[in-house]
């Protein structure tokens, strides 16, 4: 699948529309408060990451980014909205849980057209939130300063020819998470 920077800026912007209204959807289904991800867990959300966003000819890839230890990353913040953090983590959970009811394998054992299927079965029973925060953390990896891990050789910079603004983050400015602080 070939995506143009045009057509990407302009879905993003659309689907960020619903990342930034996140619902309360399983903050009653999960204590956990410390979401730091399985290895399962990890392997899924990298297959669930590389199905939104598609190697493509010029767009770097999911692992290229890091954009699955970023969004670790994020989980694991403390100071971020727990609320997000539990639609994300939850959500990982549940589309599992609709992978075995439906395919009888985990989503990691998924060939991507059956991985295309449920994700858009789950969309649109329940995971639209979901899917739009997951994607809106793979933009977050694309374009982040690539010292906070994401954004591996400025290769989301270079995607779109970004001129990174000046003065970038340094370890003297750098925003550290609470989990890290401590």
Known sequence: MNINRRTFLSSSLLLSVYAIK??????????????????????????????LFPKGDDNPSIDEI???????????????????????????????????????????????????????????EWAEPFLAMVLLFIFEALFSDPIYGSNTNERGWKWINHQQGQPQPNNNNLYKPLAQKK
């Open 22 to 51: 996140p619902k309360r959807l399983y903050a009653k289904q999960n204590n956990n408060s410390s979401f730091v991800l399985s290895k399962n867990q990890f392997a899924i959300l990298n297959k669930i990451q590389n199905q």
């Open 66 to 124: 890091n954009a699955t230890e970023y969004m670790q990353k994020v989980l694991i913040d403390e100071l971020y909205d727990k609320d997000i953090r539990l639609i994300i983590f939850n959500g990982i959970d549940k589309l599992e849980r609709q992978s075995i009811a439906k395919y009888h394998k985990s989503i990691s054992k998924l060939k991507d057209e059956n991985m295309e299927l449920l994700l858009k079965e789950a969309k649109e």
